[in-house]
């Protein structure tokens, strides 16, 4: 079965909406470790970049410094939320066998597309998975991101560009939550 042009009908039932939850479930949970890291050391502060956009706003967006300062307090506050990201990725990864939380409420993981992949060179490239997201994310602010996620959706393993690149797999966990 195709929508607009993408085949959907090649992929595991259920499996799509699966991962889009399990992606939510951890988007939740690296906001709410955000907030943590906040309360204990202020940063990121996304507060200090709302202040620096409102007094550019008030300035009429025609003052250079205060401008710069807008970029500036973002990218602070956006790579401390991305380390974060990444941190709880890839330690919630080694520590659940492939599986994040989201992952685990879904019951889900990410395996080896070779079964005969040693288990330390798996774990190793989990936390590559892991860096090349947030590279993405940094490098791109998003967009090629999105396109890379996507790809679950055009191919029939619903496999992920960061799946691809390390030569991984997410398929229900033995035990998890039996597919719809």
């Avoid at 906001?31 to 706003?57: C, H, K, N, W």
Wanted: aromatic share 10%; with cysteine; charged share 15%.
């Amino acid at each position: 079965m195709a929508f607009l042009g993408i085949e959907t009908a090649k992929a595991p039932t259920g499996m799509r909406g699966r991962r889009f939850l399990a992606f939510l479930i951890d988007a939740a949970i690296v906001i709410a470790l955000s907030f943590v890291v906040y309360r204990f050391t202020g940063r990121p502060d996304f507060f200090a970049v709302q202040a620096a956009m409102d007094a550019a706003e008030a300035a009429g967006g025609q003052d250079q410094a205060l401008t710069a300062a807008v970029f500036t307090q973002f990218n602070s506050a956006y790579s401390v939320l991305l380390l974060i990201a990444f941190c709880y990725e890839a330690l919630s990864q080694l520590a659940a066998g492939g599986s994040t939380l989201g992952k685990l409420a879904m019951g889900l993981r990410v395996v080896p597309q070779n079964p005969a992949r040693g288990r330390l060179l798996h774990s190793l490239l989990l936390c590559v998975r892991s860096a090349l997201k947030m590279l993405a994310l940094y490098l791109f602010q998003g967009f090629p991101f999105l396109i890379c996620c996507l790809t679950i959706f055009t191919n029939g393993e619903c496999r992920t560009g960061f799946d691809m690149a390390v030569k991984s797999v997410t398929v229900p966990r033995a035990g998890g939550p039996s597919q719809r």
